[in-house]
């Protein structure tokens, strides 16, 4: 990926951010105005060098309900994420058992969800963000299903 991409793509991610919280909302959290947060993401030429700073990202992410750009971040070097806006003291109910069945459920609401984002031969921004989530459903029912298996075989 070119740099101005990779830019580019940093952005796109730094706006579903603000957006995420709300623009007055990352406003008050990260003592910037609108102007300055909007050239944080703008495609303008003039701001291709500018970025949030981490410290505001990572306000932000605390308020966001996912964290956009260390996803995005994460993706550009190869790394997968696990992202688990559960209670992280929640108790994980069932075992392995009651995994397979949930790993069933969701695998099959993936499924559904994909045969009716490509019914038209094209899946739009909308649909591409229910499979994303879909998708992430279905990887917190593998983590769930990972850690009842090393904690039975442990």
Request: proline letters at 3%; aromatic letters at 6%; hydrophobic letters at 40%.
């Amino acid at each position: 990926m070119t740099i101005s991409a990779m830019g580019s793509y940093l952005k796109k991610h730094t706006e579903a951010l603000v957006k995420d919280v709300g623009v007055e909302p990352a406003c008050d959290i990260t003592g910037k105005s609108k102007a300055t947060l909007g050239r944080y993401y703008s495609d303008n030429p003039e701001h291709a060098d500018r970025f949030m700073p981490v410290d505001a990202v990572a306000r932000l992410e605390d308020e966001a309900s996912y964290p956009h750009v260390t996803a995005a971040l994460a993706e550009l070097k190869g790394i997968t994420l696990s992202f688990d806006d559960r209670k992280p003291n929640s108790e994980r109910t069932g075992g392995v058992n009651a995994d397979v069945i949930a790993l069933s459920q969701r695998f099959a609401m993936l499924m559904s969800e994909y045969q009716q984002s490509i019914e038209d031969g094209v899946i739009s921004v909308n649909e591409a963000k229910r499979l994303l989530k879909e998708t992430v459903l279905l990887q917190q029912v593998l983590i769930d299903m990972k850690l009842h298996l090393e904690d039975e075989h442990s």
